[in-house]
């Protein structure tokens, strides 16, 4: 299995700012992806997080508003940008590892949007 | 397109009972991989099971187990024993490639055990 952890795990954030949310595994993995969770609902694939290139948006989703980060195989960022109430939700990364057919997710963070 | 339904929006089950959670979904990829998440009131999402669209016989990881029919594209998940830990939200998801791609998830059943 992975280890994998989220900062920060909670927030409350004003209307129009950003927050940037960290996904850190233990060890390396071949696939990063980042989830929504809106209260009460299932999970949404936001993008998958791909190494040294531009991240993989669905649709719905746009760079501009969900940037995405990911320098090596261990580690990523989301950026929730100009948030709404809207945007209040989980955030989830999980992970593909090298172990076929195990995807694990991250803690989740908990964002509030005021 | 893939897509994941679960019927059962809440069940409540004695204490030490099996309980079934249905799932069905629908693919035209010959090589999926099916994957039961438990998802308790703190928000993780902890993977209880997997099952490949070509294994022969169904996933078991303790007290669960995947009853998988093909035919039916039914996958439920059957909880032996029911414990009052096992109160949480499940979710059934999918994924192509034998499960190496992103994950379609079903809205869930939210499982409530009484003592």
């Known amino acids: 299995s992975a280890v994998i952890s989220q900062k920060p795990s909670r927030d409350i954030c004003q209307r129009g700012t950003s927050l940037t949310i960290q996904c850190q595994v233990d060890s390396q993995v071949t696939m990063m992806f980042w989830y929504r969770q809106q209260p009460g609902q299932s999970l949404t694939l936001i993008a998958t997080?791909?190494?040294?290139?531009?991240?993989?948006?669905e649709s719905g989703f746009v760079i501009d508003k969900f940037p995405i980060s990911r320098p090596n195989l261990t580690f990523s960022t989301l950026t929730v940008s100009n948030m709404s109430p809207e945007d209040s939700s989980i955030y989830l990364c999980?992970?593909?590892?090298?172990?076929?057919?195990?995807?694990?997710f991250g803690p989740g963070t908990r964002l509030t949007v005021t | 397109a893939q897509k994941i339904t679960q019927t059962q929006p809440g069940m409540f089950v004695q204490e030490k009972e099996a309980v079934t959670l249905d799932c069905t979904y629908d693919t035209s990829d010959p090589s999926y991989g099916l994957f039961w998440y438990k998802q308790p009131s703190s928000g993780e999402m902890i993977f209880l099971i997997y099952q490949g669209s070509y294994d022969q016989q169904n996933a078991t990881e303790g007290r669960y187990s995947l009853n998988f029919q093909k035919a039916r594209k039914s996958a439920n998940l059957v909880i032996s024993a029911s414990q009052l830990g096992d109160s949480a939200m499940y979710f059934c998801?999918?994924?192509?490639?034998?499960?190496?791609?992103?994950?379609?998830f079903g809205t869930g059943t939210r499982l409530t055990i009484i003592p």
């Open positions: 999980s992970v593909l590892t090298k172990h076929p057919y195990e995807q694990y």
């Open positions: 997080a791909n190494q040294g290139s531009e991240a993989t948006y």
């Open positions: 998801a999918m994924s192509a490639n034998f499960g190496n791609e992103k994950l379609t």
